[in-house]
């Protein structure tokens, strides 16, 4: 079973909370303010940091160049920054950023982290605890429950094109091995000059999808960058410029995964839990992945809600309740991407 955020951030507190009560908080999660806060997470870059961990840092303070160190990242970092964290675990807020939840749990070294979709979390004693959601959302609905993509896969209504296609699965050594022993088996039956030309045509096949293989891995990993490109991400090389265009660092399940919705109207209720969206300049985009919008840099996108499918994507209620039945047996094309 997948883990939510809300599942995650729910974990994470509780580690927090058991820490608190244990005593062994670090200094500056135990003495709450913005600059001791802000000196904890200098002080704990002093140790090496793993390359996700990085990314969290620099999420977090709005400074995504990788030519400098956390260290320095943080330093410059405005301690004002460190406030709205501050706050939540103070109670003063109900509610804080992903990005301030995801530092949290660097601090604490949460197992878990980052959250991802579909991943399913560990509580730190070796099994697996994944909460259930709270049976009213924060808008005062009941949540809708999304289907597991093994158990009820996606149908697709033949004739209408695919907005947002698979990335094909690369091809591995066991497929190729097996391809060779079937053929070889076949060389058996065979005599002279054919069973020499049969050999020939396994060796070059043998090369030929090896040498695919090895071109696909390093599509996805040369260069270690990729850049937006209209609705999803391309792989580049590091020091490739790329004109009007930021390069990241390459995140394959995002390379993988990561789409822009460009048919809004496919977006059913079922969408809640799968879709995050974003309003820039009063306009709604919608994404099959969770994280910092693609091109606007510092804006997180927000898991989508029953609300806002109902308020944005089905005008306001203006439909009567056998179109709403409809649309939500209906199955979005883009929700055909695979699972971890």
């Not at 109900?94 to 560990?122: H, M, Q």
């Not at 697709?156 to 947002?164: A, C, D, M």
């Not at 410029?241 to 822009?260: C, S």
């Amino acid at each position: 079973m997948e883990t939510f955020f809300i599942d995650y951030q729910r974990l994470i507190m509780q580690a927090y909370e058991q820490q608190q009560a244990n005593n062994t908080l670090p200094h500056g999660l135990m003495h709450l303010t913005p600059g001791n806060l802000k000196e904890e997470c200098v002080k704990k870059c002093t140790r090496e940091v793993s390359r996700r961990d990085q990314k969290v840092i620099r999420d977090f303070c709005g400074d995504l160049s990788e030519s400098k160190s956390c260290q320095v990242i943080l330093q410059r970092c405005d301690t004002d920054k460190f406030r709205p964290l501050v706050n939540y675990l103070r109670g003063k807020s109900d509610k804080t950023d992903e990005k301030n939840i995801e530092l949290l749990a660097w601090l604490l070294d949460f197992p878990g982290r980052p959250w991802e979709i579909w991943k399913t979390i560990s509580n730190g004693d070796g099994t697996k605890k994944v909460p259930m959601l709270d049976n009213t959302s924060e808008t005062g609905e009941t949540p809708v429950r999304v289907p597991d993509i093994k158990d009820n896969p996606p149908v697709v209504e033949t004739g209408k094109p695919v907005e947002n296609p698979i990335i094909p699965e690369k091809p591995t050594i066991q497929t190729l091995m097996d391809n060779r022993q079937e053929k070889e088996s076949n060389q058996k039956q065979l005599g002279g000059k054919s069973a020499k030309t049969l050999a020939a045509a396994v060796m070059v096949s043998l090369v030929l999808g090896t040498s695919g293989m090895w071109w696909w891995k390093d599509k996805l990993t040369s260069g270690g960058c990729m850049y937006w490109h209209e609705d999803h991400y391309e792989p580049v090389a590091c020091d490739q410029k790329i004109p009007y265009t930021t390069v990241i660092a390459l995140d394959a399940e995002k390379l993988k995964h990561f789409r822009k919705i460009t048919r809004p109207d496919t977006i059913t209720y079922d969408a809640v839990g799968k879709v995050w969206y974003s309003k820039i300049k009063g306009k709604m985009e919608y994404y099959t992945w969770a994280g910092e919008h693609p091109e606007v840099f510092g804006n997180q996108l927000k898991p989508i809600t029953p609300y806002i499918i109902r308020i944005h994507i089905l005008s306001g209620g203006s439909q009567n309740n056998d179109t709403i039945v409809n649309t939500m047996k209906a199955v979005p094309t883009w929700y055909s991407f695979g699972s971890k």
